[in-house]
């Protein structure tokens, strides 16, 4: 973990029954939705640093009515720590609170103008956090992260599902794949946001590569590194995604020392090897 890398002390939240066992980190398991749990946890350790990465990510993530109840427990989650002597907060943004018409997204150019349930929960987030911690005398970031690949994902998101079935030889099933997208490694998306958290730099800040790749030529990319000899079924599955071009400007990002270390094809290539261990 970056954070641990750089020497930090690292205490984690994670749900009942999560899985994540990390030397050197300091595992705390309770329900972030249960704001008394949530309190106790900050009265017993007055943590000072918070980066907030928690939300409902789950089957229909964008319309879920959880979004409403994730905005509600990470308002209470920043006001408790607060309480207890917190005084550096770093909560996770996303692409989409931007609109996406305006295709290049500028953190003070681009309208907030999500179309989305999870959108507009992680934008109202963001205006809320940001006025409290002013008022509060708290440091206060936001990286809007923007797409991700790399090892670990959920196996149905489009990279992990087009890598398993080029390396069983199965079809690939996906839509057209013509939209421009911007694509980061995790890892690079992990330096990024730590970056973030250790600058002077305060509310958002992309985390992106800057650069415009289309879907279509990351799956043919998959299928070249894999040897895959078999069909490519464009349009065999409906679009999840219809914004023809959603790219952010990393410039700010890039303006306190970050620089991405994987290329799309070295990131892909470390991506194939990680899945291959689960095809016999």
């Known amino acids: 973990m970056e954070l641990l890398r750089r020497g930090y002390e690292v205490n984690v939240v994670v749900h009942e029954g999560a899985v994540l066992e990390q030397p050197g980190v300091i595992l705390h398991r309770l329900d972030l939705l ?3 749990s949530v309190e106790h946890l900050m009265e017993q350790h007055h943590f000072t640093h918070l980066l907030h990465l928690a939300w409902y990510v789950g089957t229909k993530c964008h319309i879920h009515n959880l979004n409403i109840d994730w905005l509600a ?3 209470q989650l920043i006001r408790s720590f607060a309480r207890h002597g917190g005084m550096h907060v770093l909560g996770a943004g996303a692409c989409t ?3 996406y018409k305006y295709g290049l997204l500028r953190e003070q150019e681009t309208p907030t103008n999500p179309g989305t349930l999870y959108g507009n929960g992680k934008n109202a987030l963001y205006h809320m956090a940001r006025i409290f911690c002013a ?3 708290i440091q ?3 990286p809007r992260i923007f797409n991700l690949y790399g090892p670990h994902e959920k196996p149905n998101r489009l990279v992990p599902s087009v890598i398993l079935s080029c390396l069983r030889g199965e079809d690939v099933r996906v ?4 939209n421009f997208l911007d694509y980061t490694h995790v890892a690079d998306t992990a330096r990024g946001i730590v970056d973030v958290f250790e600058s002077g730099v305060s509310g958002a800040v992309n985390i992106c590569s800057g650069q415009p790749v289309q879907l279509r030529t990351i799956v043919e990319r998959i299928a070249e590194l894999t040897s895959f000899k078999g069909d490519i079924l464009w349009g065999a599955v409906p679009s999840a995604f219809d914004a023809p ?3 952010g400007d990393n410039t700010k990002l890039r303006s306190i020392g970050w620089i991405p270390q994987y290329h799309l094809t070295d990131g892909l290539q470390e991506t194939i090897n990680y899945w291959k261990q689960y095809v016999s």
């Open 97 to 99: 609170e931007y609109e």
């Open 135 to 137: 008022q509060n005398n």
């Open 140 to 142: 206060f970031h936001w």
């Open 73 to 75: 427990a990470s308002l």
């Open 175 to 178: 839509s057209e794949c013509i």
């Open 245 to 247: 071009f959603v790219v």
């Open 34 to 36: 249960d704001v008394a």
